[in-house]
């Protein structure tokens, strides 16, 4: 198994989007890091406690209807969906990029992924530009809304 200290770090948005271009099965996965997650390789539902079988990430691979629209900003959205996590969940939790197999869906339709071949951290550089990226972008791009929901049921 690949450890911690011999993972490279993408330092660069443009790296990892010349990365996605020549390789498929890419995930990004924010956690503590492969030496935490490959010796279960299992993610757990945060809400129900259910272990799950595999890990929890987002896919990294270009969609076809993303069209002709700049590949960079593709993987700045893709990083900028969860780059919410170490400030809500855990401080130690860092963006790494994965290579896996997709064995099922979790609980909020992630992918879970087994088969895990750990390729490199993410740069904190990489998601601020991230970031900035797409709050410049211009038009129809809303905000997600990443407060926590409150314990109260709506109501009717």
């Not at 450890?3 to 271009?21: G, H």
């Not at 900028?80 to 963006?95: I, Q, S, W």
């Not at 879970?112 to 071949?117: G, P, R």
């Amino acid at each position: 198994m690949t450890t911690t200290v011999d993972l490279p770090t993408f330092s660069s948005l443009d790296e990892l989007t010349q990365l996605i271009t020549h390789r498929r099965g890419l995930y990004v996965r924010w956690s503590r890091g492969p030496e935490s997650d490959l010796p279960k390789t299992s993610s757990t539902d945060d809400l129900t406690g259910i272990k799950l079988p595999g890990l929890s990430a987002s896919p990294l691979d270009l969609e076809d209807w993303w069209g002709e629209r700049p590949v960079r900003v593709w993987v700045a959205r893709r990083l900028y969906d969860y780059c919410h996590l170490p400030h809500t969940k855990d401080a130690r939790t860092r963006p790494w990029v994965l290579h896996g197999c997709e064995t099922a869906r979790g609980p909020d339709n992630e992918p879970l992924v087994t088969e895990i071949e750990p390729l490199g951290w993410i740069a904190d550089q990489v998601i601020t530009d991230a970031c900035r990226i797409i709050t410049e972008q211009p038009g129809p791009w809303g905000t997600l809304d990443r407060d926590e929901p409150t314990a109260e049921a709506p109501q009717p």
